[in-house]
């Protein structure tokens, strides 16, 4: 993803990307929660899945068959996490954020 910018300064841009930084979820971290804790929703919670993650808890991961159906999903879920934060933290500081091919 690249960022272009209409009415962002260069510190503006600076600022949005460090807090970006700072707040966005690491995929190897998910999958190694997945790993540990997958069939409590220890992943899930690290996601902000709270409401997913106690159907996790309560069912112990659907007794393993729904954790590990899930470690499918846990690339996609940080991918989605991760770009709904940084268009909110992006649209705060005023700067504009374009997917390019």
Do not use: C
């Amino acid at each position: 993803m690249t960022m272009t910018s209409q009415t962002a300064n260069p510190a503006n841009i600076a600022l949005a990307q460090t807090e970006y930084d700072n707040q966005k979820k690491s995929p190897g971290v998910a999958y190694a929660l997945w790993f540990f804790l997958g069939v409590v929703g220890g992943h899930r919670f690290y996601a902000g899945d709270t409401g997913y993650a106690l159907g996790l808890l309560f069912t112990l991961g659907g007794l393993g068959v729904w954790a590990l159906i899930d470690v499918a999903f846990i690339g996609r879920r940080i991918r989605e996490i991760n770009q709904q934060t940084q268009q909110q933290i992006f649209t705060k500081y005023g700067v504009n954020t374009h997917a390019s091919n």
